[in-house]
């Protein structure tokens, strides 16, 4: 008998990448989750906190409607200056984040939850502590036209597989974190409950 399918609830291009070159046979389904409406239903909670409920929301609204698959979800929060922020809507916006980041440190959340039966069998978090350097303005505004539009799906404004890794100075935490899943954790629970070979 074949172990169940595993589905990825998530768009993510990183999350999927990071999964296919580990391995993992799994196939894509976006879960339909309004994530401004579950963090207005949620309140002030943390932002570790809140990248696990994002993800647990993931997961399960997928795995309602695939109830018979092990359904995992993901979602990644970026705490700075005492809040919580949110992906920039524009390059200027973008640029701004970045001023404002320059020569200080955030702390990328990576949460993660995997589902069956539309139910929380495990969820997790890690967290990467970012030091940006004291980057130019010459740099910010070289970075920002070499990456352009793409930084706007990412929550820090910048992707650390690409040139946004001259951004920072300092990185303590996993490198998987940082790209939005707690790789390690999930491979381990992948393979507890029998949808990865031990």
Same mark, same amino acid.
């Given at each position: 008998? *074949?172990?169940?399918?595993?589905?990825l609830a *998530?768009?993510?291009?990183?999350?999927?990448e990071m999964?296919?070159?580990?391995?993992?046979?799994?196939?894509?389904?976006v879960?339909?989750?309004?994530?401004?409406?579950?963090? $207005?239903?949620?309140?002030?909670?943390?932002? $570790?906190a809140? $990248?696990?409920?994002?993800?647990? $929301?993931?997961? %399960?609204?997928? *795995?309602?409607?695939?109830?018979?698959?092990?359904?995992?979800?993901g979602?990644?929060?970026?705490?700075?200056?005492?809040?919580l922020?949110?992906?920039?809507?524009?390059?200027?916006?973008?640029?701004?984040?970045?001023?404002?980041?320059r020569?200080?440190?955030h702390?990328?959340?990576?949460?993660?939850?995997?589902?069956?039966?539309?139910?929380? %069998?495990w969820?997790?978090?890690?967290?990467?502590?970012?030091?940006?350097?004291?980057? *130019?303005?010459?740099?910010?505004g070289?970075?920002?036209?070499?990456?352009?539009?793409?930084?706007?799906?990412?929550?820090?404004?910048?992707?650390?597989?690409g040139?946004?890794?001259?951004?920072?100075?300092?990185?303590?935490?996993?490198y998987?974190?940082?790209?939005?899943?707690?790789?390690?954790?999930?491979l381990?629970?992948?393979?507890h409950?029998?949808?990865?070979?031990?």
């Amino acid at each position: 008998m *074949s172990a169940p399918e595993l589905i990825l609830a *998530s768009g993510s291009a990183a999350r999927r990448e990071m999964l296919q070159g580990a391995g993992v046979l799994f196939r894509v389904e976006v879960a339909p989750v309004d994530e401004a409406a579950l963090k $207005a239903e949620l309140g002030v909670i943390d932002a $570790a906190a809140l $990248a696990v409920e994002l993800a647990k $929301a993931k997961a %399960v609204a997928v *795995s309602r409607l695939q109830p018979d698959a092990w359904v995992l979800g993901g979602d990644q929060t970026l705490a700075f200056d005492g809040g919580l922020v949110s992906k920039a809507r524009s390059l200027e916006e973008a640029k701004a984040r970045l001023s404002a980041m320059r020569g200080r440190s955030h702390a990328l959340h990576s949460g993660a939850a995997l589902a069956r039966g539309g139910e929380v %069998v495990w969820s997790g978090v890690e967290t990467a502590t970012m030091q940006v350097r004291p980057f *130019s303005d010459a740099f910010l505004g070289a970075y920002l036209q070499a990456e352009g539009k793409a930084l706007l799906s990412c929550v820090g404004a910048y992707r650390l597989e690409g040139l946004g890794a001259q951004l920072f100075e300092r990185i303590d935490g996993d490198y998987f974190t940082v790209l939005g899943l707690p790789l390690w954790a999930v491979l381990k629970q992948l393979r507890h409950v029998g949808a990865l070979p031990a």
